[in-house]
């Protein structure tokens, strides 16, 4: 065990992870209870187009990320219109996707590091990379010890919540704000399509079991660490990309929660 | 002095469109207030505007304080990871700062209030719907608040939390508390001090005896059918599939 992680980039690869489940662990369970996964999957397809350019312009790749991500949410504000608004969502990610794809082809000629920006990788990453995880990793547990009531409450009963004299407009933001730095913050590791493997597998998981809030947050944190360290253990052992094997081991993990529950 | 008072009240979601008009009202201490009305008529609409939440509003409204909601246990999420205790405890979010453990004391209390203690570590989304109600209602008392706006509370619960709820109702009249009660159970409005009858706009306010069969007819329109006696109505739900 302590041979595969002799390597610098394998030991950077196991402080992303063990980051990751930090962040997993805070906002995982929120994620799941305020039915913001098809949000969480949303930033981080949109800001594949950002990723690709990121390299050609010289410029950070989670700041290029927030910048799409940024467009992404402004396009689907003018654009959603009431009971419209998945369609626009919908209609933007296959945008934000094709226009990826095409300056990573035709206008950068990026060629394989598409898979890198869709799929992640998690044995190349920087110094940057572990102190931007570690930074989102504790504005999300700040975030959540202070904010903790409030977003319980207005999940828990959205129309009685203001008669409560919770705060809700700003706690709100908050929140959206800090899946989308955790989402921004992933990228790298998992890429643009497998952000949902570490912020929304693993607290659905636990989420199926959890009697409690606390033990949704704790669990979703430790489940999200196991599967990483086991799919990047997997990945070394037979030679595969670390990202899809973290898919493959949390959905196997949550199909085989789900069946076992029933 | 009114613990509750609207007067020409008016408002809806979107501009230009009252929801509910011509509403004006007020509610003594100790009063139980029966908001009777059609679906849709108004009655939720109303408790919107009272507690400062409908998008356009016109009119005055004064409270003596702010006043507790306590919505239909089908709008409340069943799968959430929460006990009774939990949800009793929601009242006391407002007055406990972030750094401060809650305490339990109120909540349990509130829990015995409404007959629910032996359940206050059960799950939530585990309990019969009168049940939740119920824990529903003792979140409100954890508020503490003069004034309890009540979405149907009595619409489709069993018969326990049905006598138990009524009971906390005179209880809560005798602390001098004004409640306002949405509910379609004219039988059981007569029983209140007074009603108030919505259909977008106010119909009538006052004692009981003020719900005549023409007053019934005007509130529920087609979806009342009055007896022969001339003093029996009965509401008719509609089932939209």
């Not at chain 1, 030991?11 to 913001?36: C, D, F, N, S, T």
């Not at chain 1, 931007?132 to 009685?160: E, K, Q, S």
């Not at chain 1, 489940?223 to 253990?233: K, N």
Request: proline content about 5%; some cysteine.
């Amino acid at each position: 065990m302590t041979e595969v992680f002799s390597a610098p980039y394998m030991q950077r690869a196991l402080v992303e992870i063990l980051l990751l489940a930090v962040l997993a662990g805070a906002l995982g369970g929120w994620i799941v209870l305020r039915r913001l996964a098809f949000f969480t999957h949303s930033v981080g397809t949109a800001a594949f187009p950002g990723l690709v350019v990121a390299g050609p312009w010289g410029i950070a790749p989670q700041l290029a990320a927030l910048g799409a991500a940024l467009g992404f949410a402004g396009a689907r504000e003018r654009l959603a219109r009431g009971d419209d608004e998945d369609a626009a969502t919908g209609i933007l990610l296959v945008g934000a996707l094709a226009l990826g794809a095409l300056l990573a082809s035709d206008v950068y000629e990026s060629g394989a590091g598409v898979d890198r920006l869709l799929f992640g990788t998690l044995i190349g990453l920087s110094d940057r990379d572990l102190l931007l995880t570690a930074i989102a990793a504790v504005a999300a547990l700040a975030a959540g010890a202070a904010l903790r009531r409030a977003w319980l409450a207005r999940a828990f009963d959205p129309d009685g919540v203001r008669a409560l004299g919770v705060p809700v407009a700003w706690p709100e933001r908050i929140l959206l704000g800090a899946v989308a730095a955790a989402v921004i913050v992933a990228l790298a590791a998992v890429g643009a399509l497998l952000v949902s493997v570490v912020l929304v597998v693993p607290a659905a998981t636990v989420r199926l079991v959890a009697p409690d809030l606390r033990t949704l947050q704790l669990g979703t944190g430790v489940l999200a660490a196991v599967e990483g360290v086991g799919a990047l253990l997997l990945a070394y052992s037979v030679n595969v990309s670390p990202g899809p094997a973290m898919a493959v081991v949390s959905g196997a993990v949550f199909a085989l929660v789900a069946a076992v529950r029933r | 002095m009114s613990l509750v008072r609207a007067e020409a009240l008016a408002g809806g979601y979107r501009p230009g469109v009252d929801a509910i008009s011509e509403v004006a009202f007020a509610a003594e201490p100790g009063e139980v207030v029966a908001v009777l009305g059609p679906n849709g008529g108004g009655k939720s609409t109303l408790f919107r505007a009272l507690l400062g939440e409908l998008p356009h509003r016109r009119g005055t409204v004064e409270l003596a304080g702010r006043p507790a909601y306590v919505p239909q246990t089908e709008r409340a999420r069943l799968d959430f990871p929460v006990s009774a205790l939990d949800v009793a405890l929601m009242g006391a979010y407002a007055r406990t700062p972030f750094y401060r453990r809650l305490d339990r004391g109120p909540g349990l209390e509130a829990l015995e209030r409404v007959g629910l203690r032996d359940l206050a570590g059960e799950r939530f989304g585990e309990l019969s719907g009168g049940q939740r109600q119920r824990v529903l209602i003792a979140r409100a008392l954890v508020q503490d608040a003069p004034v309890l706006l009540l979405d149907e509370p009595l619409s489709g619960v069993d018969a326990p939390s049905a006598a138990s709820i009524e009971n906390l109702f005179e209880a809560l009249r005798g602390e001098g508390r004004t409640l306002l009660v949405a509910t379609h159970d004219v039988r059981q409005a007569r029983a209140w001090q007074k009603v108030l009858c919505l259909n977008a706009r106010q119909v009538a306010f006052g004692a009981p005896a003020c719900l005549s069969p023409e007053v019934l007819q005007a509130t529920y329109g087609g979806e009342l059918v009055v007896l022969p006696d001339g003093r029996t109505a009965v509401a008719v739900e509609h089932h939209e599939h």
